[in-house]
Structure formats: C-alpha cells, structure tokens
C-alpha cells in the first residue's frame, strides 16, 4: 500500500498541528502495525450527484464531487462507523484553493485526533480517499491527492482574429507554429480588440472597434472555431489587454473609450465575462498581458500607452485581482504583443513608443519583466500573440510602414526566431489566443 499523506488539521484555539499518519500503514482497531489490505477498502464506492451546497451529511460507500464555485463546504461525517468504511470527496471544479471543504468527523476520531481538531482541504483538484480504521485512528486518509489536468495525447493551438479594416476573418495556428489561410468568422468585424484562453482548451475575444467602441465578445471552441456575438457586459472600449489565469479563467484589462480607463473584466471558467472592476494600476491602452507562475495561476499586465508610454506592470492573483503598478526596466511602449512560453514564464515583444520598437522582455515564473532583449525580427507594432504546442508562442502581422503578414516564434526558452513569411489577410490591431 501506498504511504498516507496527511491532511491539514489544527487544533480549533490551541495553534498545534497534529501528527501525520504511520507511513505505510492503514491502524485498525487491532493497534498499529495491523495492515488493512487494499481490497477490504477500494471496492465498490457509490458515486453521487455534483453537491454544490454549503453543508453535506456523507455516507459511507458513497464518492461525493464537491463543486466549491460559489461556497465553502463543510461535510459531516457518519455519526458511527465500521471497519473498513470508506467515502472519496473530490475537488468536482477545482476550486477548493478559493472554497476549501471543511470536514466535520462528527464525534469519531480523524487521524488518530478527536473532533475538535478542524480537518480542511483547500488544494485545487484534490481528491480525498479516507477509510475508517477503528476507534483509536478514527477515519485516516489512504490518500489526499492532487489530480494535474492532463489530456493524452495533448495537442495545443493558436487562432488570430480580426484586425484593422475591420476585417472578420481568423488565421489558425498549427502545433508546429504555422499560420493558415483566411476563415470567414461570423464574429463581428472589428480591430484594437483583445483575446486569452479559458477554460483549459477554448478562447474568448472581446471588446475593440468598430465604427464606435464595442463590448461585444465571441467564444472560440476547442476546435477553433469562433462563435457569434455575445452582448456586451463590460463598458464598451478599445485597446484592451487580456490573459489566462487560475489556469482556467480569464481577465480583460484597461483600454481607451474616450480616455483611457483602468478596469478589468473577469471571463469564468465556462466563458462568462463579469461586470467591470476598478483597478489600482494606471489607467492605460494597449499593453501587453500573459500568465506566468509554476501552477499557471497567474498573469501580468505591463507596458501601454495613456499621456506617455509607460513603463509599468501590475500583476495579477490567482483570483483575478490587479495588483498596484511596478516601475519596469524595459522601454515604455504600447501596441505591445504577449504570450506565455516554456512551462511558467512570459514574453512581450514589439510595440510602438513614437516609432516601432522590436525588443523583447522575458517574463519570469515570478511575474518580474526583465531588461530589454535587442530586437531578432522586424520592428513594428500591433502585433498578436499566442502559446502553442504548450510551451512555445508566435507573434504575427502588424504594421512596419505598412500593415503585414509577417510571425516570428517563440522558442521554449524564449528566443525569437527570425522573420517569417505569413499568410492570410495583412493587418494590426487583432486580436491572438490559444485552444485545444
């Protein structure tokens, strides 16, 4: 049998932690050193509907998916138990590290500690295994592990869409960083729009220009292919900036209406954009965002234009909040491209800070923006970017002296290869993201 990882438990008022569990062994009324084998407690477990409630009575036998979007959980446990009982929590959308589950055991030990310790689990996609094991250890979990999204084989890629015209056409983006050809989009036609991924596989653009500032946003399926319009909730703007965090979600920020404005727009995990949100940092359009951190959790806003280019970035947490400026050691521009790379770091390259700026600046897995990287591909501004194949990125189109097709990709160090030639319709101002 695998070894016990413990849980979290404190002592309610006391400040002490409690003891793990005996490596390797399962106690049973018998004592210690009495091996509970693994049949006598992984068959049969019932599984139940998703619970979305803030409290739960659990049965034993039975696996419950816990859904923590909206609340805390805290789950009371059988008032008596057997030998061998066992009940599986599982974190249903991965969100008890926002909602933790707190577990209740209900007069009968957990762990070998009696109930007036807490038990809580707050670990995005957990899975909690316990098994009763007699009176002395009370209910002890065989495991409390972390379950890593992965889909095998896993393939990721690219879209590019809209742009100055306005044009309403997308360019998809094979895993080998290639850009295809026009597809007709039945989004609407627009420019200085912005696009990130949600929801681990599918993208979503939003806001830009038309005629008149729109708030408008399209979803993008793990196909890639892009959705009709879905009404404005956000203030309509231009020039906004947007990245993945919390791994599944999204952020729109700042932008320009008639002036430039500071607030953000948070994208669920199912693609829904939420009302506008102040924030702390500049008021500025166009600078570039990506995620960034070890557990994908992350993002960063920096760079943009309002009376002056800056030269500031403002991170974001893995619940979407804006963090206050940082002065940077970059060039201060706008019209800035960005995307992550690697497994947990960031770059934004090109822009415009009175004329084409084509350096870059690496982001690490701690959200710092380093110095300037001397410019491999053409200077120009306007450009999108997006990840593909997981840990590689492209920058592609914008304006030189003139609009152009031109992509230059991203290694998974961060080095930007030389000038590619491009295809599809020559433009600035769209918008970039990956899927699938």
């Not at 419950?64 to 008032?79: K, R, V």
């Not at 109930?115 to 909690?128: A, I, L, M, N, R």
């Not at 960083?177 to 599918?202: I, M, Q």
């Not at 706008?334 to 600046?361: E, K, L, P, Q, R």
Request: glycine share 16%; charged share 10%; hydrophobic share 35%.
């Amino acid at each position: 049998m695998s070894g016990i990882i413990g849980s979290r438990l404190n002592v309610r008022g006391s400040g002490l932690v409690s003891k793990l569990g005996t490596d390797g062994q399962v106690l049973t009324s018998a004592g210690a050193g009495k091996q509970l084998a693994f049949g006598d407690v992984a068959g049969g477990v019932s599984w139940q509907a998703v619970e979305t409630g803030s409290t739960m009575t659990a049965v034993a036998g039975n696996g419950y998916p816990i859904d923590t979007t909206s609340n805390a959980c805290t789950i009371t446990l059988p008032a008596s138990a057997s030998n061998g009982d066992q009940i599986v929590f599982t974190d249903y959308a991965r969100n008890w590290g926002t909602n933790g589950i707190v577990i209740d055991s209900n007069g009968l030990n957990y762990q070998g500690d009696d109930d007036t310790f807490t038990v809580e689990y707050t670990t995005d996609g957990q899975s909690v295994n316990i098994v009763y094991s007699g009176s002395t250890n009370g209910w002890i979990p065989i495991e409390d592990d972390t379950v890593i999204l992965a889909i095998s084989p896993y393939t990721q890629y690219g879209i590019f869409v809209c742009g100055n015209g306005p044009v309403g056409v997308s360019n998809l983006v094979s895993s080998a960083g290639v850009v295809g050809s026009d597809v007709a989009a039945v989004a609407t036609a627009r420019s200085e729009l912005s696009g990130c991924e949600y929801g681990y596989d599918k993208g979503i653009i939003g806001f830009g220009y038309t005629t008149t500032n729109v708030g408008t946003t399209n979803l993008i399926s793990n196909t890639g292919v892009v959705g009709s319009d879905v009404a404005a909730v956000g203030t309509a703007r231009n020039m906004p900036a947007s990245a993945t965090y919390a791994g599944e979600k999204g952020i729109f920020g700042f932008g320009y209406t008639d002036t430039y404005v500071g607030m953000t727009n948070l994208v669920s995990n199912v693609g829904v954009v939420a009302s506008d949100v102040s924030v702390v940092g500049t008021a500025r359009k166009f600078p570039g965002a990506c995620e960034y951190s070890a557990d994908k959790n992350k993002a960063i806003f920096a760079f943009g234009k309002s009376g002056s280019y800056e030269n500031v970035s403002n991170l974001v947490s893995n619940t979407g909040v804006v963090a206050s400026d940082t002065s940077g050691v970059g060039t201060g521009r706008g019209w800035v491209g960005a995307c992550d790379y690697g497994t947990d770091t960031g770059i934004m390259a090109f822009g415009h800070t009175g004329s084409n700026f084509g350096g870059s600046n690496l982001i690490s897995n701690t959200g710092v923006v380093a110095s300037d990287v001397a410019a491999v591909g053409t200077a120009r501004h306007g450009v999108a970017a997006c990840e593909y194949n997981l840990n590689k990125g492209i920058f592609a189109y914008g304006t030189v002296s003139s609009e152009g097709t031109l992509t230059n990709l991203v290694s998974s160090t961060g080095v930007i290869a030389t000038d590619g030639a491009g295809t599809g319709t020559a433009r600035q101002n769209l918008a970039g993201c990956s899927y699938g």
